[in-house]
């Protein structure tokens, strides 16, 4: 079930037409959970019983975490499990398990897991678990539940908290400590709908008329492997427009997240902060993907150590975290090289942010980091967009490329996408500014928005992150 669709559309109010009727109002967190079971299910309903056993089994583990009688040795199967289970299906796909060659020999139930697709969302949702299971093993929750009444609900707190539906695909992802707490009675007077409908039609506007009208034109990059086309300037604005579309892709369904949770009475993480406007890579990855960048500091850097062990280990531990970032996002070498190429851009800038380089703030300065490490990142997604390293290749080669190569753009194609890109350097400009907006002003900005929406988005296409 698309978010950008009537289906979606009529489950939301269907949710939200008996949520807050105070009849119900104890059976609202059943009320989701129904919800999202249906949400997923309409997508991969054969692998909805993965998303229960998921969500039930991190239930049971965090129960049991919580009580004295377990320590460090379930918690170590816990995060094994979890952490399989996601190897399982996000590496099963690599050449050597040729799957394709013996497809037909499958007929046992555990071969036939083979040729299951990678569940959607199930990165997302596998972290959610772990984070469950730390948190409950570090008592996270030791004073916020003995004030609850609903305590004996834990379990069941728990399994909603796996599979709520607005974050339940691609995030963003919330740690429990963060989201258990929030469960309990939702009053409609409670919901700021104001704020909620401002970034749900932000969120479709940056999804479905920026993002979905820049994927008509970076589909030209993959042209330009299969074909041999485009020369080096044709490479350049495709890759710009790239950078554009994949984080006006990503920040248009976290935006979409976050307000149709605020409706139900539950707050997700911010999950950008204009991260285009980043001086520094270490600056880059407080702003882009928080949620992901937040969990893999607190579950996996500083357990690792993080910076308390020395500058050469803390150099290891960022090559570390990010290169596993990036395996996470898929299992290609190409995803691989872009964790370790930012990985190795944070340990190289480290030893260089107290320098008159990164602290200066004479305004040429500022926009000289800004270009460079928006080049930089603009040039790491190459690595995002194209999984098959030898495509890599191909289009590095475009940069190269010799006379007798014409052009996949004209003008019309270049003014284009510049439009295109125009709201998101609009975004940046605004909020550096830090402009005040007169209300009526906003309130025609957001209707444009809207209209743009009706009348000028583009075919919709899957989210991006769906993918992972």
């Not at 990503?250 to 979409?256: A, H, I, K, N």
């Not at 090289?337 to 500022?366: C, D």
Request: hydrophobic share 50%; glycine share 6%.
């Amino acid at each position: 079930m698309h978010f950008i669709s009537l289906n979606y559309l009529f489950l939301v109010l269907a949710l939200f037409a008996v949520y807050y009727l105070p009849i119900l109002r104890r059976l609202q967190v059943y009320i989701l959970i129904i919800g999202s079971l249906v949400f997923y299910g309409s997508g991969q309903i054969h692998l909805l019983p993965l998303l229960i056993f998921t969500a039930f089994s991190a239930g049971v583990f965090a129960w049991l975490l919580k009580t004295d009688h377990y320590g460090k040795g379930l918690l170590t199967v816990c995060v094994i499990l979890y952490l399989g289970v996601l190897a399982f299906f996000k590496y099963k796909f690599l050449p050597f398990f040729n799957i394709e060659t013996h497809a037909a020999n499958f007929s046992s139930p555990v071969e036939f897991l083979f040729l299951l697709p990678l569940p959607i969302g199930i990165s997302f949702y596998t972290f959610q678990a772990i984070s469950l299971s730390v948190d409950s093993y570090k008592d996270e929750y030791k004073t916020v539940f003995k004030q609850e009444k609903y305590r004996f609900n834990f379990i069941k707190n728990c399994f909603f908290y796996i599979i709520f539906f607005p974050q339940l695909v691609a995030g963003p992802i919330v740690k429990a400590h963060e989201f258990l707490p929030q469960i309990k009675p939702k009053y409609l007077r409670d919901v700021n709908f104001d704020s909620a409908i401002k970034t749900m039609i932000c969120g479709l506007f940056f999804k479905s008329v920026i993002a979905d009208n820049l994927n008509v034109y970076t589909q030209y990059m993959n042209q330009m492997v299969t074909n041999n086309e485009g020369v080096a300037s044709d490479a350049l604005i495709l890759l710009t427009a790239y950078s554009g579309q994949i984080y006006a892709d990503f920040f248009g369904y976290s935006l979409l997240a976050i307000g149709c949770a605020a409706l139900f009475g539950y707050k997700l993480p911010d999950n950008f902060n204009i991260p285009y406007i980043s001086q520094s890579i270490a600056e880059f990855w407080r702003r882009w993907h928080i949620s992901l960048s937040s969990f893999l500091r607190e579950y996996l850097y500083l357990p690792l150590g993080g910076n308390r062990k020395g500058r050469a280990r803390t150099y290891v531990n960022l090559i570390i975290v990010m290169g596993l970032g990036g395996l996470w996002h898929g299992a290609a070498l190409s995803f691989l090289f872009w964790g370790l190429f930012h990985g190795f851009a944070l340990a190289i800038e480290r030893p260089l942010l107290k320098t008159r380089i990164y602290t200066s703030q004479n305004i040429v300065f500022m926009y000289a980091r800004i270009f460079i490490i928006f080049s930089f990142v603009s040039f790491a997604w190459i690595f995002f967009k194209f999984p098959n390293y030898a495509d890599v290749q191909s289009y590095l080669g475009a940069f190269t490329a010799g006379s007798d190569v014409k052009s996949v753009l004209n003008n019309a194609d270049i003014l284009a996408i510049g439009l295109l890109c125009s709201p998101v350097l609009l975004q940046h400009i605004f909020s550096k500014a830090g402009w005040a907006i007169n209300r009526y002003f906003e309130a025609a900005v957001y209707g444009v928005m809207l209209f743009f929406f009706f009348v000028q988005r583009g075919e919709t296409d899957a989210f991006i992150y769906f993918q992972f």
